[in-house]
């Protein structure tokens, strides 16, 4: 036992164990301080900043922050009906896409985690982390080149739906897949399989398994899943803008406020929507144990 | 504990946000209203008797770096391409570093010199407005820049890029917004913009617009002829009744859009492929897609076109001005002229500029020296309340147009 | 297995597909980078390897990838990013491994609230926390730059590395410790011996997919970086509009995936091993 020889002398890092263990509180307070200062102070301080912002305009002539409080934006907001088109627009895709990767990531990831032998299950693994590793553009535009007029699909004799709302969901789906495969395999991974085979010794057929244990049971995995799918859909701008055709999104406006208007205070106030509704999800799957799952 | 949580999330909270309210209100009171009224800035600025801000730096010798924000091409210095370099000899000559940010839209620059964190921007007329009524940028001293002495007098001195007859910059260089279309689906050539605004138009589904608010000043340029009743005279000064006549119109035009561009590289893609066969192009697209071998061919319709000439300018807050007067200088110089107009695509600004340019044609195809070309061209410039005519001040700002853009699209 | 012979092919020819569907795009890329036109058309009229003459030397290249690539801006623009990726991801480890722990072992006031307040950066779309990050920089008078950007990157990297923690955490026995500290060990060394070969895998893995967000991120760095501060996405982004030089992205992306394989690769097969982790 090394701890025998050890235990002689008090050194630097025994003298702190034992201060520790005798004061746990200050060992739970040295734990969080850098998280809580970083994540408080830094993250949700700016993010509050930001929102304030909302509450101010900007003068018309000069573009310069004017601090006086009024709604006036969110009264912008609320009546002008292109943004609420466009609020549902983003997520009703961001629905989509969510959908559509569960669906294949559900029994991708079961194979993977289930049914492939040890080794291959090593390679599946890596191989849906490398499509992260080429950049987000490049792959906007090889969508690109497969949408358009004469492009791969076309070219392969398959209808293509050309720029729009359809290319823009198949493009997210792509895009965010691994994200929606890695937690729900990390879910199956957990799954005991004696769980599986006992349903099927109580006679349940596939579906009912599926549907009576396999689905409860990855619940929180398919929301961790659905949480990256729903926020990357609603703040992108650039995927869009690439096989888009001519919708705009509450990311491109967002972007154009900020950027074209030079307009805060109207971009600060359509952030408000995406977060609001992304505080409102979370806060809703919270019980479900999902937020443990990302 | 329980209490210290909270306690510290809230104190987190108040710092941050009153941290934020102080120093902004600094930041306020040195930059008020209209550029000739300025009194201070931080930094090397000084403020002169009449109350201008110039930028008087102690000596003339350069600090060593110089921030810029550009356009992609206009500023290469061979890490890209060795065979692409008009500024890493300047750079060495000067002893000043050049860094640039590339800006993706003149909306996206203006915002980045508003930061404070660049010395020069070559701005676009739709920006460079918004940048002198901020404060952003100086009066030019032009002792420091003698190669503005070649640059073409029709780029000199405009309502874009000066202020009661002071320059506020020195023009990069001019083009047109023209009218594209595919030679083999299109046999005769359009000769007015009607095509792009027509809803039974047989294109319908590929043509193209350019994506910015800007660009309801083309559908001005149209209602100018088509519709004289509106007695539109300046396609950037329209009052309610011609800003809703186009804005109608533009909406009629989405209804054929195939998609918006405001990346050159996926237009000429979408031409070279068929999949836009009408609308507004820069000459450098056209030429790419003709130098592809695609079936297309560019007009200025008989309206005339919105144009653009971008600036280069200094910032009010810069902290490198002797480095950045002499980047200016540089830039502007018929060598470098010549050299990031041919690449970039777009006519020199400077006149000696077209002997000095690989391609001897490089002039002649971009219309440098044409007048009578430029004559029908409205350049970008940024929207006010004030019309400058008797109407007063019944004009739509910039902000309006921004809002109405969004609407357009939908 | 409780499946039966046919429900378990269809998975698996499913899977096949999806994988197919995953790596076609990857395709298109790989022969767009031979493609002759500058303007990404389809089909390739010609193939060309000027693209790939741009990027790399060729031959004569040393052993030393670095001179391999000519393109200078694009060198400095992977080694930012590789700097900034490989920081952002230090950061995450410490702050997201202390915040796991605090949450696993202790039971304090805003407990969930922890967890809901490390959700939030990846939660919120990036150009909010972007926005957000870039006003807050440059109210306080920092200067935008690699800095800027690590910080920023590091916020939503957090909570990759504190789930994975706290979900090994919560699978690992508690026996183990406490037979450590019977046996006399203090707390830095039951943390040495014990703990920390247990939760290795778990951090390696939170390690690998924080630095591929940081690596491709675009959107919350476009804010939160200066203008001498390039990462790969960026250098990508701005080449894209650069003049009769578009496809060479096509070249970069392909390279980077063959490069990040065999790391890639390695970097699974240590998390692989879980040495007294909770069985099935």
């Not at chain 1, 691994?178 to 006679?203: H, K, Q």
């Not at chain 2, 102080?22 to 209209?34: E, G, L």
């Not at chain 2, 320059?167 to 095509?195: E, F, H």
């Not at chain 3, 290795?200 to 390690?207: E, K, Q």
Request: proline content about 5%.
């Amino acid at each position: 036992m090394t701890s025998a020889v050890g235990s002689e002398r008090t050194t630097t890092g025994k003298r702190l164990s034992r201060f520790g263990q005798q004061h746990p509180n200050i060992k739970l307070g040295g734990l969080l301080t850098g998280p809580v200062l970083w994540l408080v102070l830094a993250y949700i301080g700016s993010l509050a900043a930001l929102l304030i912002a909302a509450f101010w305009r900007v003068d018309g002539f000069t573009t310069k922050l004017v601090r006086n409080w009024n709604l006036g934006n969110f009264r912008e907001m609320a009546r002008t009906t292109v943004y609420r088109t466009i609020t549902f627009r983003t997520i009703g895709v961001a629905f989509a896409v969510t959908v559509i990767c569960m669906m294949i990531a559900v029994p991708m990831a079961f194979t993977m985690a289930k049914i492939m032998k040890p080794n291959r299950r090593r390679l599946a693994v890596v191989a849906v982390l490398m499509p992260l590793w080429s950049s987000y553009l490049v792959k906007s535009y090889a969508w690109r080149i497969i949408f358009i007029q004469g492009g791969v699909l076309e070219w392969a004799g398959l209808p293509s739906p050309g720029f729009g709302l359809t290319a823009t969901v198949i493009l997210l789906s792509y895009l965010w897949l691994p994200y929606m495969i890695l937690p729900i395999y990390a879910g199956f991974e957990r799954l005991p399989n004696s769980l599986l085979e006992a349903s099927a010794d109580l006679g349940g057929k596939t579906g009912r398994t599926f549907r009576s244990v396999i689905l409860p049971m990855i619940k929180p995995s398919l929301i961790a899943g659905s949480i990256f799918t729903f926020s990357l859909t609603m703040g992108d701008y650039i995927a869009v803008g690439i096989v888009g055709g001519k919708s705009q999104f509450l990311g491109n406006t967002i972007y154009a406020k900020f950027g074209t208007a030079n307009n805060l205070p109207l971009a600060a106030a359509l952030s408000t929507i995406p977060v609001v509704a992304m505080v409102i999800y979370l806060m809703s799957v919270r019980r479900t144990g999902a937020l443990e799952n990302l | 504990m329980r209490k210290g949580f909270t306690t510290a999330a809230v104190v987190g909270l108040l710092a941050l946000t009153a941290s934020a309210c102080s120093s902004d209100k600094k930041a306020d009171t040195a930059t008020t209203t209209k550029a000739a009224e300025v009194t201070t800035t931080a930094g090397p600025a000084t403020s002169s008797t009449t109350g201008e801000t110039t930028i008087a730096p102690a000596s003339d010798k350069g600090e060593g770096a110089v921030n810029i924000v550009a356009w992609a091409g206009y500023v290469e210095n061979g890490t890209n391409d060795p065979k692409v370099d008009w500024t890493s000899a300047w750079e060495k000559e000067s002893g000043c570093k050049v860094n640039v940010k590339i800006g993706n839209t003149s909306d996206e620059m203006v915002q980045l010199m508003t930061s404070g964190e660049y010395d020069v921007v070559s701005a676009s007329g739709d920006a460079t407005q918004r940048l002198m009524a901020g404060g952003e940028v100086v009066p030019l001293d032009l002792t420091k820049i003698p190669n503005y002495a070649d640059i073409f007098d029709a780029l000199k001195l405009k309502p874009w890029n000066s202020i009661d007859g002071k320059p506020y910059g020195a023009p990069q260089g001019r083009g047109a917004n023209l009218l594209m279309y595919n030679t083999d689906l299109i046999k005769t050539a359009p000769d007015s913009w009607g095509v792009v605004f027509d809803a039974a138009s047989p294109s319908k589904g590929k043509v193209t617009a350019y994506d910015a608010p800007i660009y309801i000043a083309d559908a001005a340029v149209y209602l100018k002829t088509a519709k004289p009743e509106l007695k539109i005279t300046n396609p950037y000064e329209l009052d309610d009744k011609q800003f809703a006549a186009a804005v109608d119109l533009l909406k009629v035009q989405k209804g054929i859009v195939g998609e918006y561009w405001s990346d050159y590289t996926k237009t000429q893609q979408a031409f070279e492929q068929g999949s836009i066969i009408l609308g507004t192009t820069w000459q450098v697209i056209v030429n790419g897609a003709q130098g592809n071998k695609a079936p297309v061919a560019a007009v200025l319709p008989k309206e005339g076109a919105t144009g653009w000439s971008d600036t280069w300018m200094i910032s009010s807050k810069a902290k490198h001005p002797n480095c950045a007067y002499q980047f200016v200088n540089h830039i502007v110089s018929p060598a470098a002229n010549a050299a990031n107009s041919e690449y970039f695509g777009e006519a020199p600004a400077n006149k000696k500029a077209c002997d000095l340019t690989s391609d001897k044609e490089f002039c002649k195809t971009f219309h440098a020296d044409d007048e009578a070309f430029f004559k029908n061209i409205y350049y970008w410039t940024t929207p006010v309340a004030d019309c400058g005519d008797d109407r007063g001040k019944v004009c739509k700002p910039f902000a309006d147009w921004e809002k109405a853009w969004t609407e357009i699209k939908g | 297995m409780f499946l039966s012979r046919r429900a378990r092919a269809t998975l698996r020819a499913f899977t096949s597909v999806g994988f197919a569907v995953l790596y076609i795009p990857l395709i298109v890329v790989l022969v767009a980078s031979f493609n002759i036109s500058n303007t990404f058309t389809w089909p390739p009229k010609a193939l060309s390897t000027q693209w790939w003459g741009r990027v790399l030397r060729w031959p004569g290249w040393t052993l030393k990838i670095w001179n391999a690539i000519k393109i200078e801006a694009l060198r400095e623009s992977l080694l930012t990013s590789l700097k900034i990726a490989l920081f952002a991801t230090i950061l995450a480890l410490l702050l997201g491994s202390l915040a796991a722990f605090a949450v696993h072992r202790y039971s304090f006031f805003g407990r969930t609230t922890l967890s809901l307040l490390v959700v939030l950066p990846i939660a919120l779309p990036g150009i909010v926390t972007g926005l957000a990050l870039n006003q807050a920089f440059r109210r306080l008078g920092l200067d935008l730059g690699v800095t800027t950007v690590v910080v920023a990157h590091a916020t939503f990297c957090i909570v990759i590395v504190y789930n994975n923690l706290i979900a090994r955490l919560k699978r690992m026995q508690p026996s183990l410790e406490e037979a450590s500290s019977d046996l006399g060990a203090t707390g830095m060394q039951t943390f040495r011996y014990v703990t920390f070969p247990l939760i290795r895998s778990a951090l390696l893995a939170g390690a690998l997919l924080s630095f591929a967000l940081s690596f491709d991120e675009i959107v919350v760095t476009t804010f939160t970086s200066g203008a001498s501060t390039q990462t790969l996405p960026q250098w990508i982004f701005s080449n894209l509009s650069r003049p009769k030089q578009a496809p060479v992205v096509n070249v970069v992306g392909v390279i980077v995936i063959v490069l990040s394989i065999v790391p890639v690769y390695f970097a699974q097969r240590l998390t692989d091993q879980e040495p007294g982790a909770a069985g099935r």
